[in-house]
C-alpha cells in the first residue's frame, strides 16, 4: 500500500515535470529558443529536453496549431496516404493564377529533388505533366548525372521537355513509333536489340513518372494529339469502361487493364506489371476530368505516389465516402 509521503512525493513529482513541460514549451515555441538553449538553461541534456517536448504533445500539454492555406493540402495528403498506403503524395494549393499541369510539375519536380540520388536513373512517361516535371528540374538533373530513359515509342511527345535539357545529359529514347501499324510490327519492334535494351533498362530505373490520362479528355488528351487513337475511338473504349491510361494502357474504374483490346498489343511501351516493378513510381495527375482515371491508378496499384492538387485530391476522397 503507498503511504502517504510517498503519495505525495509522487505527486510533486509529476506537478514538477509538468511545469517543466511548460517551462520547456514556452521556451520553445514562444521564445524560438533552441533545444540546446533550453537545455543549457535549465540544467537538462538537449535530449531530455527533446523527451519532454514529445511527452508533453503525447499528454496533451503541448497542441501546436498550424494556421496556413497549406493545412488542408497537408491533411488531404495523410488521409490519402493512409488509404491508399502511398510512399510518397504531395498534394498543392488550389490556385487560379497558374496552369495546373505547370503547378503540377513544380511539385512533382520538388518531390524528384528529395528522392533521387546523384547517377541514378529515372524513367520517364509522356504527356505535358511529365514534361513540365522535366523542365522544372532540369538543373538538378544535369548537376546531379541523373539519367533519363523513356517508358515508351513515340519521339514527339517526349520533345518538348527533353529538348530543353542540357546537351550533356543522358538521355535515352526508344527508337520506335508509340503504337505500330500492327500486332506483328509491334512485335518485330520489340525484338530489336536497340528497343528491347532500353525497355528493360526503364524497368530498372530507380523512380519512375508518368502522367494518366482521362477518357472524359478531348482534344487536349496527349494520345489524341499524338494520332494513338482518334476522338470517336476514344470515346468507343470508354463506353466499353475504361476510365483512364497510363503509358496507352486503358484501365477499368477499379484498376484492372481494359481486356480485349488489340490496341494494347500494337503499343510500344513498358507494361504495367513491368512498370510496378520500379520502386517508386509517380503518378502526376490533376483537374475534375482525372478524378476517375487516378482512381483507377491507385485502386490497381499501378503508381505508389501520387502528386494533385487540392481540388482533385478532395474529390478523389470524396468518391471513398
Not at 537538462?44 to 488542408?72: D, P
Not at 543522358?170 to 512485335?187: F, G, H, Q, T
Amino acid at each position: 500500500m503507498i503511504d502517504k509521503k510517498q503519495e505525495y512525493n509522487e505527486i510533486m513529482q509529476v506537478m514538477t515535470e509538468e511545469e517543466l513541460v511548460a517551462r520547456i514549451a514556452w521556451f520553445y515555441y514562444h521564445d524560438n529558443l533552441t533545444q540546446g538553449d533550453i537545455g543549457n538553461r535549465l540544467g537538462l541534456s538537449r535530449l531530455k529536453v527533446s523527451r519532454l517536448l514529445e511527452k508533453g504533445r503525447q499528454q496533451g500539454i503541448i497542441k501546436v496549431q498550424i494556421n496556413s492555406r497549406f493545412t488542408g493540402c497537408l491533411e488531404l495528403e495523410k488521409s490519402l496516404q493512409q488509404y491508399f498506403n502511398l510512399k510518397y503524395i504531395r498534394v498543392l494549393p488550389a490556385l487560379e493564377i497558374h496552369e495546373t499541369n505547370e503547378r503540377l510539375g513544380v511539385g512533382a519536380a520538388q518531390m524528384l529533388m528529395s528522392l533521387l540520388k546523384p547517377n541514378q536513373l529515372l524513367s520517364i512517361g509522356f504527356g505535358e505533366t511529365i514534361m513540365q516535371t522535366i523542365k522544372y528540374c532540369n538543373e538538378f538533373i544535369t548537376d546531379n548525372g541523373i539519367k533519363l530513359v523513356t517508358l515508351s515509342g513515340g519521339v514527339g511527345p517526349y520533345m518538348n521537355g527533353i529538348g530543353q535539357l542540357d546537351g550533356s545529359c543522358s538521355v535515352s529514347i526508344i527508337p520506335a513509333p508509340l503504337r505500330a501499324s500492327s500486332i506483328e510490327a509491334a512485335k518485330l519492334f520489340k525484338k530489336e536489340s536497340c528497343v528491347r535494351d532500353i525497355m528493360l533498362a526503364a524497368c530498372g530505373a530507380n523512380v519512375a513518372i508518368v502522367g494518366i490520362g482521362a477518357t472524359q479528355q478531348r482534344g487536349q488528351a496527349t494520345l489524341l494529339r499524338t494520332g494513338y487513337i482518334t476522338e470517336e475511338k476514344q470515346q468507343i473504349i470508354r463506353q466499353q469502361g475504361a476510365v483512364g491510361d497510363i503509358l496507352g494502357y486503358f484501365m477499368q474504374a477499379d484498376g484492372r487493364i481494359q481486356p480485349d483490346m488489340p490496341l494494347h498489343e500494337e503499343l510500344i511501351s513498358v507494361s504495367l506489371d513491368n512498370l510496378k516493378k520500379i520502386p517508386n513510381v509517380i503518378g502526376i495527375a490533376g483537374g475534375e476530368n482525372k478524378v476517375e482515371a487516378i482512381l483507377s491508378a491507385l485502386y490497381g496499384g499501378h503508381i505508389n505516389s501520387l502528386v494533385t492538387e487540392e481540388k482533385t485530391a478532395r474529390m478523389i476522397l470524396a468518391q471513398l465516402v
